[in-house]
């Protein structure tokens, strides 16, 4: 297999990007550019130097709709995955390119992961701050439970800070949640999640404070990400500056490094 340059990866999630948005578009299907992606079309017109990943966020009705008829598209070489359809370990869905394959440090086998392009789901939840916060912690619990679960063993998940509570925190879920976790949330999503306006957010986000208005996102405009046109929440700069704070301002040089904690390989 060769190897897939830092550069081709880029490329290939702008690929499956630009036929997602095409297949949005013919199905009435909308969404947003989102994070680092939206981050880095207001700030540099494209991905932001040192980062590869493509993020998109869909509300949920949209978001059921994609997933349950994307892999109907004519284009074979793309995928999508997620625990809705499937034993795919991760909660949000991942537009994978077939002809690539990754190999992800630690992970188990059994993710089988390509390239791809993230998609999270938008919950529309209360007009109630700390009603939303504890929803958060809710399935901020079960991310952890299901990172344990993730894992081929301890040394994997706690590199430092040795915990015997974590350790038998992690065996327990080891022992005894087969399936996936994720599961647990559809009964959550149909317990709380029935609010049209409001606050809202991917609910499975490690910065569990971070709440955006639903009105944020009623209607979109364009931005230019890599020559090409995208749809972006129309209080984008409100979204970005809840979420990163003085976003136009560049991090420290130190921290404009890739996250690498992958080798991704074309399939010969």
């Not at 979204?239 to 010969?268: C, S």
Request: hydrophobic letters at 40%; aromatic letters at 18%.
């Amino acid at each position: 297999m060769r190897p897939i340059s830092f550069e081709e990866k880029k490329k290939i999630g702008l690929d499956i990007l630009i036929e997602i948005d095409a297949f949005c578009k013919r199905n009435d299907i909308k969404y947003f550019l989102a994070y680092g992606t939206l981050l880095g079309a207001v700030r540099h017109k494209g991905f932001i130097p040192w980062d590869d990943d493509v993020d998109l966020i869909m509300f949920d009705k949209d978001y059921l709709r994609f997933i349950n008829s994307f892999n109907d598209s004519e284009n074979k070489d793309l995928f999508c995955a997620s625990y809705e359809n499937g034993d795919f370990p991760l909660p949000f869905a991942k537009v994978f390119n077939l002809k690539t394959k990754i190999y992800a440090k630690n992970r188990k086998d059994t993710m089988n992961l390509s390239i791809g392009v993230d998609i999270f789901p938008y919950s529309v939840l209360s007009d109630d701050k700390k009603k939303c916060i504890r929803i958060s912690n809710k399935c901020f619990f079960l991310l952890k439970m299901n990172r344990y679960k993730l894992y081929n063993s301890f040394s994997e998940v706690c590199t430092s800070n040795f915990s015997f509570s974590k350790f038998l925190f992690f065996w327990f879920v080891k022992l005894h949640f087969k399936k996936c976790i994720f599961k647990k949330t559809i009964k959550l999503k149909k317990k709380f999640v029935t609010q049209n306006e409001g606050f809202c957010k991917y609910l499975f986000d490690s910065k569990k404070t971070k709440l955006f208005r639903k009105e944020w996102f009623n209607e979109s405009v364009e931005v230019v990400f890599e020559g090409h046109a995208f749809p972006a929440p129309i209080e984008y700069d409100l979204y970005l500056k809840e979420y990163y704070g003085d976003y136009m301002e560049l991090p420290p040089e130190e921290q404009r490094v890739p996250h690498v904690t992958e080798n991704a390989f074309w399939i010969d």
